[in-house]
């Protein structure tokens, strides 16, 4: 939908492709994540989580456990708090970005700590293992350390992704940043704390929250810059 008195020229090529690819990965995910939860629901197994549980523990060693314990901090509710005020205070007084920005990362990671509770309690999946040193502690799914990691680390890409830095070192630092996320993810199955369907539920919903956050505030800066020209 165009808004009136806007053309397609009055946006960015980085915008129209957030929103439009945007618009595909949350319906595929979306998807994704409820036929995962309805089978969890059901109280059915899945193979894949037998089969990536078997081959862990076949390749597991003390000195990766200990390498995935360091690993998954990066995405405990205690890091992820501090790391996001820490990234809000830096949005809202010392960046050039608009303080939208700062609005919707807030409601990026409020919103998602929220959803993933009300989801956790309405799944009630227990977990392979429970290990409190680990935050391995309640319910299993989604993964809360992964729809964590991807919506923080997710809109820390996106405004790699905006920023005036140049093409190879937005694509350097965005790949890192994106295995980054990944491994907190993966460092749940090394820590036996989840299943892998917890950990793909996780990214695929996180995923979902990141890109609905993202396309609403780039649609408010494109408003935004439409009552700045007309004025």
């Known amino acids: 939908m165009i808004f009136r008195g806007t053309r397609l020229s009055d946006i960015s090529k980085t915008s129209i492709a957030l929103i439009v690819i945007g618009f595909i990965v949350v319906g595929l995910s979306f998807n994704f994540f409820f036929e995962l939860g309805e089978t969890v629901l059901e109280d059915e197994k899945f193979a894949i989580d037998a089969a990536t549980t078997e081959f862990i523990n076949?390749?597991?060693?003390?000195?990766?456990?200990?390498?995935?314990?360091?690993?998954?901090?990066?995405?405990?509710?205690?890091?992820?708090?501090?790391?996001?005020?820490?990234?809000?205070?830096?949005?809202?007084?010392?960046?050039?970005?608009?303080?939208w920005v700062t609005v919707f990362f807030a409601i990026n990671m409020g919103g998602i700590s929220a959803l993933t509770k009300i989801l956790k309690l309405s799944y009630a999946r227990k977990r392979p293992s429970v290990l409190e040193k680990y935050d391995g502690t309640g319910f299993s799914f989604p993964s809360g350390h992964t729809t964590g990691s991807i919506v923080f680390y997710g809109f820390i890409i996106y405004l790699v992704t905006v920023s005036h830095l140049g093409k190879r070192l937005k694509w350097s630092l965005n790949i890192f940043i994106a295995l980054f996320a990944l491994c907190i993810g993966i460092s749940r199955l090394f820590l036996g704390v989840h299943f892998i369907t917890d950990v793909m539920a996780g990214i695929s919903f996180g995923l979902s929250w990141l890109l609905i956050c993202i396309m609403a505030l780039e649609i408010t800066l494109w408003n935004q810059r439409r009552r700045q020209v007309k004025h």
């Open 58 to 99: 076949s390749i597991s060693t003390p000195w990766i456990v200990n390498a995935m314990g360091l690993i998954t901090e990066a995405g405990s509710v205690m890091f992820l708090t501090i790391a996001s005020i820490i990234l809000a205070i830096y949005l809202f007084f010392f960046s050039s970005f608009s303080r």
